[in-house]
């Protein structure tokens, strides 16, 4: 858009006056952005890898060259949180004895300790009369169950100090070797667990059978989980108004490197470059900083500034988005609303899905007018604004601007059958289209900088409906309505929630932001594979206890299931 901007440098004089204009956003320089973004040189932008902190130093001299103010940690243009990394398997080693045997495996869940003790055989179940107290616990993999989680959670309730798991032979099915893969259980397990062959489940029971009723002495479970650490980091850049009010302009720029659990192509390591998701949102909030920080586009003077942030983490859980609310740059109270892009290249049918924006009466108007400015333009482009409806659960960064009450208006393209997976390549995105959505946000921020603030008094959305006679989250029978926080592990376990769906059972009940979910019904909460369990086990209708940890005291409350209210198909 610097091309662009030299072409337009009449129009920009003119602007200087009290009459706002709005530059168009140049294709081309989109496409350029989007296209280095999802380069394969970046290596599909995992969060805190090198080529992540890569595109951070090109967002970077970006903002820089557009004359924007550095507005992250201690006046320059970077935010730094630590992110916890995928676990990797590392050496596990089980000893019987002298006897080291290191081809066996260990999940992604277990507690990374070692313990030594006496290994006993329950067979299918810890329930079976074996004395569990003290000792490790020899269990088959019951694939009519197949739920070690489950398995290892009532292993620690009878006593167990760890888990020794495997599949029996004559339990094997068709291509299927019964070694239990890593990723197979994920989140925290109390009990460090090994997985092991079937042939060793067979020599390990006759061992065991021919030890006696305390069992196989002298055995030592070394599971390795390795869990590194790594630092992140957002971009954010200010164009400053003449008070100290603010509106917040972001996207993601991060996404999921060689694939990983999120990948839609399991099994499949190769890049995924994430043109649309997100370089598309990446390149838009480029160019909108561009022109705020190049041009004088906007009311002049310019009262309100906007605050151009490049969040990372997001695909690990809003984390870039959710640091940020929660160690802000400048005061949350200075924030008059958040105005989030995410996946805005893929635009074929001429229609753009804005979300959330009944949450300040100021999105209203303003997007009416910027979509009066498309038509007014020729743009064949419509913005399918949806009415007291919040989609997306925890899907994208504006969640983390509702779970603290700021107004935040989302920006969507759709859904394709290349999200999460190697083909969202560059070669897909509708630039031009791309290019007039981006000047029709330009016109709506406009409006936004003129608003009366009191049109950015928050309003909770109304409950989400379901669509085609649904209601439940995918693999649970119950609508909870819990919004969980991705970046907080609770010290003790637990899953903490960062909010609740307006009009859900979980807002009914009485659960707040900052709760730590510790059990729902009879089940434990250790982290939130407990909890996605727990609610398979639940019908409409019933009612069970909730203990949560709120401010340090356990507290119970009662709550009643019941459908999400139905919408259109």
């Known amino acids: 858009m610097k091309h662009l901007l030299l072409l ?11 009459a706002p204009t709005t530059p168009e ?3 081309h320089e989109l496409a350029y952005h989007v296209r280095w973004l999802s380069n394969d040189q970046r290596e599909g932008r995992l969060t805190g890898s090198i080529q992540n902190i890569k595109v951070s130093h090109y967002i970077r001299e970006d903002f820089r060259d557009a004359k924007l103010i550095p ?4 006046g320059g243009w970077f935010q730094y949180f630590e992110v916890e990394m995928p676990p990797v398997p590392g050496d596990s080693v089980l000893q019987v004895g002298n006897s080291g045997y290191n081809h066996v495996n260990t999940v992604a869940a277990s507690a990374d300790q070692s313990v030594t003790g006496n290994l006993v055989a329950a067979i299918y179940d810890v329930n079976d009369g074996v004395n569990l107290a003290g000792n490790i616990v020899l269990l088959r993999n019951n694939l009519n169950d197949g739920n070690l989680r489950r398995a290892v959670r009532a292993a620690e309730d009878g006593g167990a100090i760890g888990v020794v798991f495997g599949t029996h032979p004559d339990d094997l099915m068709a291509d299927y070797d019964g070694m239990i893969g890593f990723k197979s259980t994920q989140g925290k397990l109390p009990l460090p667990v090994i997985t092991i062959s079937p042939e060793l489940l067979v020599d390990l029971e006759e061992q065991v059978a021919a030890a006696g009723v305390a069992g196989l002495e002298g055995v030592r479970l070394m599971p390795q989980v390795i869990r590194e650490k790594r630092t992140a980091r957002n971009v954010m850049a200010l164009a400053p108004g003449t008070t100290d009010e603010v509106i917040v302009v972001g996207a993601h720029y991060d996404h999921l490197g060689f694939g990983g659990d999120s990948s839609l192509a399991p099994g499949v390591h190769a890049v995924h470059n994430g043109a649309d998701d997100n370089a598309s949102g990446t390149a838009m909030v480029m160019e909108l900083a561009e022109m705020w920080g190049l041009s004088n586009v906007g009311p002049q003077p310019r009262e309100r500034g906007i605050l151009f942030c490049l969040w990372s983490g997001e695909e690990m859980g809003l984390l870039g988005s959710a640091y940020w609310v929660a160690n802000p740059t400048i005061p949350l109270e200075n924030v008059v609303c958040n105005v989030n892009l995410d996946m805005v290249g893929r635009i074929e049918s001429g229609k753009v899905t804005v979300a959330s924006a ?24 419509k913005l399918d604004v949806l009415q007291n409806d919040m989609p997306g659960g925890g899907g994208s960064d504006h969640m983390s601007f509702h779970k603290v009450g700021i107004p935040a208006v989302f920006f969507f393209s759709g859904m394709h059958s290349d999200y999460h997976r190697p083909s969202d390549d560059w070669q897909k995105i509708t630039f031009g289209r791309m290019a ?4 029709g946000i330009a016109d709506m921020l406009i409006r936004l900088q003129i608003a009366p603030r009191s049109d950015f008094e928050y309003v909770k959305p109304a409950a989400q409906k379901a669509h085609g006679g649904g209601g439940s989250r995918r693999g649970s029978g119950v609508w909870f309505g819990s ?10 376990g637990g899953m903490a929630l960062s909010g609740t769906s307006p009009g859900s059972p979980a807002e009914k009940a009485g659960l707040l932001p900052g709760d730590i979910l510790k059990k729902v019904g009879d089940v434990e909460v250790g982290d939130i ?6 609610l398979g086990t639940f019908k409409n209708g019933q009612t069970i206890a ?3 940890l709120r401010d340090g005291k356990l507290m119970t409350f009662e709550m009643t299931f019941f459908p999400r209210p139905q919408g259109d198909s």
């Open 71 to 74: 507005a992250g940690d201690d």
């Open 483 to 492: 919004i969980p926080d991705y970046g907080n592990e609770p010290e003790g």
């Open 25 to 27: 956003i140049d294709d």
């Open 8 to 18: 337009l440098t009449t129009a920009m004089v003119v602007a200087a006056c009290s």
């Open 529 to 534: 594979y407990d909890f996605m369990d727990a």
């Open 358 to 381: 009944s949450t300040a009466a100021a999105f209203g108007p303003a997007l009416d007018h910027a979509q009066q400015f498309l038509v007014d333009r020729g743009f064949d482009l």
């Open 436 to 439: 007039e959505l981006g000047s």
């Open 546 to 548: 909730v203990e949560v």
